[in-house]
């Protein structure tokens, strides 16, 4: 099958048709040179002067995760405990026999009422099926008390990173994978199901690749998702590549993964193996960060730290000697210090493995000279300028807030790329890069951050789509228009070189091609 997409509107390039043929590109010229190949296509698909991007790369998300986001009651709407609870109520008539109702995606810094959902909330909809509401960050879970009485738990109960306070149903960090425990195991139908639909949104948003954290999101063992992203990518379908960042609940179930000769890399184009994922600690918005310092806005606390450093270096180890990168979820000052201890003392000088660092987010100026020295990859969110906007400076004060979520410093000094961490913000690319260049709140427009670190419109799409291919050591194949590549293109109704920067995140995504295939119409 042979395409010519003419009419072409490409940045900084006089070429107006890209011809593919299967997968791959085979020409990138222009119309009046390339007269032949366009007759001879079976198919002209006229873009009439819209601008054409390489398909965008979401470095970290959860891919499978936003499928069961948007299967489940999605709470990102609410403004008050009483429409919280509409929500759910609303969502109790399709949840089945022994089955739970989930909802995700409240934010209570956004409730106009000054509350958020505690147990009591819950009980009011239903005492009898078990109920859970997960935070937009996914750090913090509320529960009525039919999940407490299925837990056992009655009283405060307290683990390694995580706890439950009994009087109100708050669950957090390592607790909350406790409670998903109780829940019946979603079997391979069904994760295909996520996945498909979480696919389809993210196809949707001009997105043709993820670097995407599966493995315990929604199931407990790795194994299910495993199963689920190998048979959909050997039936072919799959239309965006997933390179898995590896979670395990543990170090015997990363053991048996390396032992069935799994590792980094193993699998195709559309699901590879990539690297082992840590988490370190919490979200800024439900302060359970690890700071170095108390919070500012709440002295009784410095976040939680979900891992002991002795671990983190045992992983690392194992994982550098299969040859498998290694990147950590950190947030606060304090997990930062101590990954960027482990890594110095674990890693090879110039960092060809690619090792790095997820989040990037509360940083002091320090350390992102060592970020940079030490070469690591950066996977940053530009989108969650939208609302840390809102809290970074009253959370960890005004010093600290200046050299943090530094975009511009790293994106000089070592390998960024940029993604979204879906389903914690929805995957919208062009909000995120608006978000990078102008680092002010969409949802709150009085709020901004430290304009020093605002990205170009370039800058930005180049973390959305080159530098994301090459942090997956894919930049031989995708991450450009060109010649031998595949065929991953989003097409836009603007230019976002032309749009005014606090309208970009109203571009529409028309057009997605993936592999060569049109898989998102507008
Ligand atoms: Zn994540």
Not at 78 to 95: K, P
Not at 497 to 515: A, F, W
Request: net charge negative.
């Amino acid at each position: 099958m042979k395409t010519a997409m003419i009419h072409c509107h490409m940045h900084g390039r006089s070429e107006d048709v890209i011809i593919y043929e299967d997968q791959y590109i085979t020409h990138v010229g222009h119309e009046s040179d390339l007269h032949d190949e366009i007759e001879s296509s079976d198919e002209i698909i006229d873009v009439k002067g819209m601008y054409v991007s390489p398909g965008f790369v979401d470095s970290h998300m959860h891919l499978l995760e936003l499928g069961f986001y948007l299967s489940n009651v999605q709470l990102d709407g609410c403004t008050s405990v009483a429409s919280l609870q509409e929500a759910c109520r609303n969502g109790l008539s399709s949840v089945e026999e022994g089955d739970w109702l989930l909802g995700r995606g409240y934010n209570e810094d956004r409730f106009t009422d000054g509350g958020k959902p505690d147990k009591k909330a819950l009980d009011e909809i239903s005492t009898t099926v078990p109920i859970a509401v997960t935070r937009a960050c996914g750090h913090v879970m509320t529960v009525n008390s039919k999940v407490l009485e299925i837990a056992g738990i009655s009283e405060d109960f307290e683990m390694e990173g995580g706890r439950v306070i009994f009087a109100t149903g708050r669950v957090e960090e390592n607790a909350i994978n406790l409670i998903h425990g109780l829940q019946k195991e979603a079997d391979v139908p069904k994760l295909q199901s996520y996945i498909l639909k979480g696919q389809e949104y993210v196809n949707a948003c001009g997105i043709t690749t993820v670097g995407s954290d599966d493995f315990i999101s929604v199931t407990h063992d790795y194994r299910g998702p495993l199963d689920a992203f190998e048979k959909l990518s050997y039936q072919g379908k799959l239309t965006v590549r997933v390179n898995e960042q590896c979670e395990f609940a543990d170090d015997q179930a990363f053991a048996s993964f390396l032992d069935d000769g799994y590792t980094f890399d193993v699998g195709n184009d559309f699901f590879r193996i990539g690297p082992l994922k840590l988490i370190l600690d919490g979200s800024l918005g439900a302060r359970t960060a690890a700071m170095n310092h108390s919070y500012c806005d709440d002295s009784s606390t410095r976040g939680t730290m979900c891992m002991e450093k002795e671990d983190m270096e045992r992983d690392v180890m194992l994982a550098n000697r299969f040859n498998m990168p290694t990147i950590a979820h950190c947030i606060g000052d304090r997990a930062a210090d101590e990954w960027l201890e482990v890594l110095e003392r674990n890693i090879c000088p110039g960092n060809p493995l690619h090792h790095g660092i997820v989040h990037c987010q509360i940083l002091r100026p320090d350390q992102i000279r060592k970020i940079i020295d030490l070469n690591l990859s950066c996977y940053y969110q530009s989108i969650f300028v939208d609302y840390d906007a809102s809290v970074v400076e009253q959370r960890v004060g005004h010093e600290l807030a200046e050299s943090s979520y530094p975009f511009h410093t790293l994106y000089e000094g070592t390998l960024c790329s940029n993604g979204s961490d879906a389903p914690v913000e929805m995957p919208d690319v062009m909000k995120g890069i608006e978000c990078a260049v102008t680092r002010q709140s969409l949802s709150f427009p009085q709020k901004k951050m430290n304009p020093k670190e605002c990205l170009s419109v370039e800058e930005a799409i180049a973390t959305y789509t080159v530098n994301g291919a090459k942090q997956l050591f894919m930049d031989d194949r995708i991450g450009l228009i060109k010649e031998g590549y595949y065929a991953d293109l989003a097409v836009l109704d603007q230019d976002p070189y032309e749009t005014d920067p606090k309208q970009i995140h109203n571009i529409q995504v028309m057009m997605t091609v993936s592999d060569g295939r049109l898989v998102y119409t507008r």
